[in-house]
Every structure is written in C-alpha cells, then in structure tokens.
C-alpha cells in the first residue's frame, strides 16, 4: 500500500542549530502539505503546495522556516535558527489534487524535533 | 476564526465497551467533517468522511453522525480494544478553501 515517507523520524538539536525534514508523498499526488503539532494539539498548516507551486504559506514563519519542492514530487522543510518553541511533531501529508470535497489527505508518520 | 472544539479532552473505558466522542464546529460554509485516528507518535489515519447531505456514516466499528444544523458531530466505538487506545481528532473543511481546520483530539485510553 502507498504511503507517505518522512525522515528523519526523530531529530534532536540544539537552539540556533539549523534542521531539515524530508517528505516524499504517494507516487502522483500533486498536492503537498506540511503541517506542525504541538503535544496535545491538533496540526496545524505549515505550507501547501500544488506540483512545485506554494498555494498557502500564510501560517508559515518564513523569518526561519523554508520549504521547497523543487520538481513537485518530494520536498524539504528546513528551519534555521531553531529554537526552543519549534519542538513538535512535523508531519507531512499528500492528496491526489487541489482539495475537493471528498479529497482525502494520507499523512506521513510525521518527525519529532526536539530542541535543547 | 474557524474553530472546531472536541470533547472531552480525554476518556478511559475498559475494554469491550462503547464510548461516544464530540466534535462542535463553527467553520461555515460548510464543505466536508472528517474524522482521524493518530497513534501515539504516528501520522493521523482517516476513519471517516461525511458531506453536508450525509447523517451517518461506519468504518466497522467506528460510527459517525452528522447534524449539519446544529454543527455537531459524533464518533462512537461499539466493543473497544485495547488497540483502539490513541487520539482521535475532528477535521473540518470549509467550502472553497483548501486549508482544514482541525480540532484538539481526544485522547481515548482503552485498558484491559
């Protein structure tokens, strides 16, 4: 069965420490998604993209983080300096096209960062 | 702001035995509610997903209800196991948009 694929699962780090996370979705989806979850919270989104394009990214710090999907298949979300606020689980997930109403989102197993 | 509250926060029942779970919303228009399971330390697993003309809807024993009038939402688990024990968490789409709206979850514990 299809899945999500992140890496790494878990990161440690020390604050000011630049980190990154990998995601490669289900072979064909074109829409991409990151989102963050603090312990005990829903996610929340980070930045979506359509194939190589970002089509929301108003939730995301871009004063540290980034991310890219360079040939609209996988993707990087790096976050330099990181700090102490930025532990949480970064999950990933993918949906065949732009959201519909029964556009169904497969998440990934997510990483969990931890910053010192 | 589009808001979607869960309750209660976190429930422990043995096993074997039922549970319902609250999901109230205040995202309008209206377009789809789902609901995910989330191991501890997993991604989130789609249980179900329920349009604006669906009441009820079953994955084996998951049951969801839907009362789009009144903005609320149900998921009850009929003979719970141990395995059922993770966070169950309400997601709401509105209507053209892309983004969800995601609830806090509930932390359900299931002990022998």
């Known amino acids: 069965e299809a899945e999500v694929a992140q890496s790494p699962r878990y990161k440690i780090t020390e604050k000011s420490q630049a980190v990154a996370f990998w995601c490669d979705p289900i072979s064909g989806h074109a829409t991409l998604y990151w989102y963050r979850q603090i312990l005990g919270q829903g996610p929340e989104l980070l930045v979506q993209f359509q194939d190589e394009s970002v089509v929301d990214d108003s939730q995301l710090p871009k004063d540290r983080f980034s991310a890219e999907r360079l040939k609209g298949v996988d993707s990087t979300l790096k976050i330099q300096p990181a700090e102490l606020g930025d532990s949480a689980m970064y999950l990933c997930?993918?949906?065949?096209?732009?959201?519909?109403?029964?556009?169904?989102?497969?998440f990934g197993p997510g990483t969990r960062l931890t910053v010192l | 702001k589009n808001q979607v509250e869960q309750s209660p926060q976190s429930l422990i029942i043995l096993e074997g035995k039922n549970c319902t779970l609250q999901c109230n919303y205040t995202v309008s228009p209206f377009s789809n509610l789902r609901w995910y399971k989330q191991d501890t330390g997993r991604g989130p697993v789609s249980l179900t997903i329920?349009?604006?003309?669906?009441n009820t809807k079953s994955n084996g024993r998951y049951t969801a209800t839907l009362d789009a009038d009144t903005k609320q939402s149900s998921l009850h688990i009929t003979a719970s196991q141990l395995s059922d024990s993770a966070s169950y968490i309400c997601v709401v789409s509105e209507s053209g948009r892309r983004a969800l709206t995601f609830g806090s979850g509930t932390r359900l514990q299931v002990q022998p």
């Open positions: 997930a993918s949906s065949f096209r732009v959201q519909s109403s029964y556009n169904e989102q497969f």
């Open positions: 329920m349009t604006f003309s669906e």
